[in-house]
Every structure is written in structure tokens, then in C-alpha cells.
């Protein structure tokens, strides 16, 4: 018995006709243990049901479905009487189901792009953001608490984003590398050309992410460290606000759509010797713009921001930043009193209650590499 939505008489005449050869093949013959099995015989069948299906094709897309999916059925159940062969002689009955399958079909979904959907919710948000990868789907959705309607809108606002600016890269001169400095500079070129910025050949490195052993730097939660220096920005080779973009860029390249990978921002605004040093109040517009950004592109990325080390009479930077967040980002975010100064030492009292004390010595390290002689 076959069950489908085709309405033609003519059309349920065929798949009768169908039926009929599809119980015939699963007669006990072809049963492997039974003394009239014929490997011939089971080939000459195979080939006939396969031709019967791929070239008698009425003109309907109803038909055209129900033709693939009966396809698919009769092979499984094929496979199944071969493998596990059961003594009954009874014709074998087939039901094509077009609902969906149970929820435990897409239970690991890490390494795949299109899948079948997990819950209704997303099988809208993927019918109105196709170009959307299931873990996008299901950071847009958890960022906005299941509201499809809000999720399609920031969704769809991040992919023509995302969008424009792989346009911009194809026509940015591709430069030879991979590490996470050559990141840096391309994320940078195509922030520039976006901007209209002059011609600059690269941009100072204001984030970047540490491999130890061919692994990323991670803290206790596991999860990837990104270190912003935003002392290092020169606003005489671009705004501020082109600098925010590059760092949009740079993390749109290295957080992989395909994962709901976490990371550990950590916001160090000491200043450092030989960078531009620019003031507090000039970092603002950086601070204001990449949290806009940050928030409205990549959802749910975010493990915890550390900022640090902030003087206590720079607490105002703090106040006129956190209404520019979601509560549930600004609770995520902790700050680290202490002093600003190029030679000041890192808080790690505050630092080693969330990664290790070897991992924070690594990241003051990397920071002092970049002071300039």
C-alpha cells in the first residue's frame, strides 16, 4: 500500500500498477535463504524496477515526489530482507509517511549545513533564511528566545552582510597565508575598501587569537581566547570605526558558521610602548561600534568579556557603554579594576579565577612582543 497526495486517477492507476511489481519483488524468492533464491533473478528485477521508475514519469510533481520516495522505501526494505531474511511468505506492505522524522535525526548536527529541521521554529526560520547554516538557525533563534519573526530579521540582516563583504574580498587582492596575522590584514583591506578609507597596506593588529601546541589558547570553560589591544588603534591611518569592522571581519572569518563555538573576549586597554596610545575617550567610538556590531552579527558567540585593567576614575567609559548592550550580554561581561599604565602588571589575581596562571603569563607575553624597540 502506497500513500500519497496524488489526486489523478490516472496517476493512482500507475502507482497501483507499481504496487503490484513492488509487493511481487518482495516475495519470498528473494528471500536469501530460500531454495528458489536467485542472485540472476534478483539482479533482472533490480534492473526492471529501476527503469520502470527512472523513465515512466507522469508530469506531476506530486508524482515526481512520491516516485523518489517509493524509490527509497523499496530499497530499504529490499536491503532489510536480504540482510535479515524472515520466514514469512506474506507480501511485504510499504507506507511512504511524508512527516517529518522524530527529533533524534538531527541530534549531531556540528559538521552539516542543511539538515532536517529539529522543531517547527526551524523549519520556518529555514524556509525564510535558506542560506542560513542550522547552527546559525539555532544561535538567531536562542538570541531572541524562539521568536522566529525577530530571528528572520537579524538573521537575514547578518547573511546580506556577510554577503557584501565576501563580495568586497573577491575583489581585494588575495594575499598568500593563513595565519591568524594574514587574517588580520585581509579582515582589515576589505574594511577599508567597505569604508572608503585611503589605500593603507595594513592596519595595526588590534586583535588576534594564540595557538600553543597547534591549539587554540582556551580558558577553564574550554573556550577560545580572543585578545583585543585596543591601544594599538591609530586613527590617522583609519576611523575608529573601520577598525570595529576589521574586527567584525576578522572574527566572521575565524568562528566557523558550520559550530555554535563560544569565545572569551578578553579587552586589555593598556597602552603599549612605540603604539599610537590614542585616549580613553577617543576609544569610545571603537567600543561603542564593535558592540553593536558583535551583538547584532554573531549571537550567542559570546562566553564572557574581560575588561581590564580599568582605573577607577574610568568607570564613566563603562556607564555610557553598558546601555548599548542586551542585559543578557552585559552580564557577561566583568571588569577589572587597576591601573592603565604601558608598564602596569595584568591583574591576574582577577584573571587566573577564569583560565590558568601558565595561560595568563602567555597572553602578557604576546602582548609585550608587539612593543616596538
Partial sequence: EIQSTVSSEANMSVLQSWSDHFHYMMEPPFQKDDADFSWGRYAAHLGGMLLLFLFWTPLTTEFDFVKKQTVSAWYSVLHSSIEKPTPSTKPSTVTISTTPPPASVCSDEKNMSTWVPCSPKDAELARLCPRATSQERQRFLDSRSGNVKQATKRLSTYLEWHTLHQRISRNVPRRIGVSDEDIWNRACLVAMTARKERDVCTLPRVVRSYKVGGSFLRDNDEKRIVHVLPAQIDDRLAKPSTYALALALYLDEVLDRHSTEQMTVMIDVRGGKG???????????????????????????????????????????????????????????????????VNAPAPVEDMVKFMSAETAAIIEQERKKDFKR
Fill in 275 to 341: 603604539w599610537a596610545n590614542i585616549p580613553a575617550h577617543k576609544l569610545l567610538s571603537f567600543i561603542q561600534q564593535s558592540a553593536k556590531l558583535l551583538m547584532a552579527m554573531f549571537p550567542e558567540r559570546l562566553n564572557r568579556c574581560l575588561l581590564y585593567p580599568v582605573p577607577s576614575a574610568a568607570k564613566w567609559i563603562w556607564n555610557i557603554v553598558r546601555p548599548c548592550l542586551d542585559a543578557k550580554t552585559a552580564t557577561k561581561i566583568q571588569l577589572f579594576i587597576g591601573q592603565d599604565g
